[in-house]
């Protein structure tokens, strides 16, 4: 599964992801699964140059998970069988299972130093998952 | 009584009971201990009242290891000792630091923590600190009115520093000095020899020098060295007359083992979107009513266990507040994403728990702030190392005394152990959402050049059960030398994280109740 996105639809889709639903930005949710929940993970992040950044320091250590598809997947990829993904989490609750996650990450020592950052490896592909589609042109969109 | 060495006729000989070289915080404790009993006492201090150049030159050293201050810089060679420009930082050695640990080499004191326990009751008031409670988290919670970090993975903790105000001994306790009719203080005496029999077995005396004045003798029933963990090797190794090796000796092991706290100022950035939770315990010093105190992080014993690690204590220093103003302006941290990551961290971490700090000592966080971003400073322990040593220069001093020679060196297992404590802690604080810790340190066993020591010497007469492994017993005593003794941190056997100068004084206590006994 491959995903693409323009510049405009991932700018968009923060937006939605932090006044979607006041606004009724149902557009943006209307594409692959992937592609939304793209959108809903990112959308946790309201500080995406922030974000992107360190995204991309992520992705020139690994650009093996250069791929949107897959870090939406390796994101939602849980350890534990027994517990839904993340990315199962109803919007409300989003968050607080993203929290749940990375501090899980730590505790077992799934972590990654970004630019020497000791950062949780859920919140890091975040990041990357960001600096991705920030980085997502019209020319590439074919 | 006080009096100058200097007025003394040539060739003097004062004998007494108990013949104390160096008025520093061991030798000062020792004294006062001792003062109002029937034991004659001689208080040997080599330089005056005040500082004065020449006899602090008398401490130009060497430097043949890794970089270290000028040796002359470190002590201070007049009444009071290096308790003159002491920081005053207090916190005893724990349980742990007294143990054989199977992972540190030439680790276990033949005393434990408990042996000294009573001791370091004893040295607070000296030092002029509160309560002996320095791992008791709820009384000072209590103390203060806020709570401490959460932590609660089992890998770090809190614990507590107090600060003497600081006592400078030579001031604080020169009337007792003087007062006591027992103790006989002479200044700008240095010991240039300890005086043994043939086979070294007892000392017989010491032969002392005055810059520009007499020379004279002592002779006493028991003599204690304090002279600190540069010098104390010195003097036994220039005395050689008798035994080529110097005093106490036989076995090389004096001068080794030469151990610091390697500090580094800046060792990780913390950035966090929860200053609350850091009360203003970790991020200055709290003078509470009867004591002033500091909160520091420490791993946990289970951690020290489990991964074989050596002590550290890690200390935080704001560097900044983030506001709502700002956090408007450009960053001016980008190359180390600072921002960025505190920006990550209130976009998915928890929620702040308070929005105003408690009333009472705690005035941090100020108000309106969002978050903070701080560099955590650390001292560690080095593990023992007889190649990390003091030995004697050919050069001399305005005596005619070879001078010391120190090359300080630290070990990879050192610098591993400290970066996995550091990954510990940023794990813990990541787990608990407390911030993001930027690791600064290569992961590989090299020192960066910007390590410092503490000026805490520490090791070079080393305490231990046989005179294999170390110079003197559990009762500071010379292994084969029946009345020479030795005070202060040379004779720790491993240093723990912890700041020596209390230990000296816990130790010296004990000495004196031992030295009493023997008097007596």
Same mark, same amino acid.
């Given at each position: ?9 991932? $700018? ?10 006041? $606004?009724? $930005?149902?557009?943006?949710? #209307? ?18 140059? #922030? ?41 409300? #609750? /989003? ?33 990357? /998952? ?13 | ?74 002590? &201070? ?43 370091? &009751? ?102 204690? &060295? ?295």
């Amino acid at each position: 599964m491959s995903l693409r996105f323009t510049r405009r639809t991932f $700018l968009a889709g923060l937006a939605a992801g932090i006044v979607g639903a006041a $606004l009724g $930005l149902r557009l943006y949710w #209307s594409g692959g699964n992937a592609t939304r929940e793209a959108m809903r993970l990112t959308g946790m992040l309201r500080h995406p140059d #922030s974000a992107a950044l360190l995204g991309r320091l992520y992705l020139d250590k690994n650009p093996q998970e250069a791929d949107a598809a897959r870090l939406v997947t390796l994101i939602g990829a849980t350890q534990d069988p027994a517990l839904p993904p993340v990315t199962a989490a109803p919007d409300e #609750s /989003l968050r607080s299972s993203l929290e749940e996650r990375i501090r899980n990450d730590f505790i077992d020592g799934d972590t990654v130093a970004v630019d020497g950052w000791l950062l949780s490896i859920t919140e890091a592909r975040l990041c990357a /998952l960001v600096s991705l589609l920030k980085d997502a042109t019209p020319g590439k969109d074919a | 009584m006080i009096e100058d060495a200097r007025r003394l006729p040539e060739d003097t000989l004062i004998e007494t009971d108990l013949a104390i070289i160096g008025a520093g915080a061991a030798g000062i404790t020792i004294a006062r201990e001792l003062a109002g009993t029937n034991i004659s006492i001689c208080l040997l201090e080599s330089g005056g009242l005040e500082f004065e150049q020449d006899t602090q030159n008398l401490y130009s050293g060497e430097n043949d290891g890794r970089w270290y201050f000028p040796l002359d810089s470190c002590r &201070l060679r007049y009444f009071g000792g290096s308790t003159n420009h002491w920081g005053g930082w207090c916190r005893p050695l724990t349980p742990i630091d007294f143990e054989a640990r199977d992972w540190i080499p030439h680790s276990g004191w033949p005393i434990t923590r408990a042996d000294l326990d009573p001791y370091y &009751l004893r040295a607070q008031p000296i030092t002029e600190t509160g309560p002996f409670r320095y791992d008791a988290t709820a009384f000072w919670e209590d103390l203060i009115g806020a709570k401490m970090l959460p932590l609660s993975l089992g890998l770090i903790t809190t614990t507590f520093f107090q600060y003497s105000p600081p006592t400078r001994f030579g001031t604080r306790y020169r009337k007792d000095i003087e007062q006591a009719a027992n103790v006989r203080a002479l200044l700008h005496a240095t010991v240039t020899e300890i005086e043994t029999s043939e086979a070294g077995a007892e000392v017989t005396g010491l032969r002392i020098a005055t810059l520009g004045g007499p020379s004279f003798r002592i002779r006493a029933r028991r003599y204690i &060295l304090a002279t600190g963990a540069i010098e104390n090797p010195r003097l036994l190794l220039l005395s050689n007359r008798m035994q080529p090796a110097g005093v106490g000796n036989t076995h090389d092991l004096v001068g080794r083992y030469f151990m610091e706290h390697p500090h580094i100022p800046s060792v990780a950035n913390l950035v966090t979107s929860r200053p609350e939770a850091f009360n203003a315990a970790y991020t200055q010093h709290l003078s509470l009513a009867d004591s002033i105190m500091h909160s520091a992080l420490i791993p946990t014993d289970a951690l020290l266990r489990r991964e074989r690690l050596q002590q550290a204590v890690f200390t935080v220093g704001v560097l900044g507040v983030y506001n709502s103003e700002n956090l408007t302006q450009p960053a001016t941290d980008d190359e180390l994403h600072l921002r960025d990551v505190f920006n990550l961290q209130r976009d998915l971490g928890p929620p702040r728990t308070t929005d105003h700090p408690p009333a009472g000592y705690n005035d941090w966080p100020p108000a309106g702030s969002l978050g903070a971003s701080c560099a955590m400073g650390c001292a560690c322990e080095q593990a023992p190392n007889p190649e990390s040593r003091v030995t004697l220069s050919e050069e001399r001093d305005a005596l005619g005394l070879r001078r010391a020679r120190l090359d300080w060196r630290l070990s990879e297992t050192d610098k591993l152990s400290l970066n996995r404590i550091l990954h510990a802690v940023a794990k813990e604080f990541g787990a608990q959402g407390l911030g993001r810790v930027r690791l600064t340190l290569s992961d590989d066993g090299n020192w960066p050049e910007e390590v410092l020591g503490g000026y805490h010497h520490m090791g070079t007469t080393r305490m231990a059960d046989s005179p294999e492994h170390g110079v003197v017993d559990a009762n500071c005593r010379v292994h084969g030398v029946a009345n020479l003794y030795i005070a202060g941190s040379s004779v720790f056997t491993t240093g723990g994280a912890s700041n020596p100068t209390l230990t000296i004084v816990a130790l010296a206590l004990r000495l004196a109740d031992h030295v009493r006994t023997q008097l007596s």
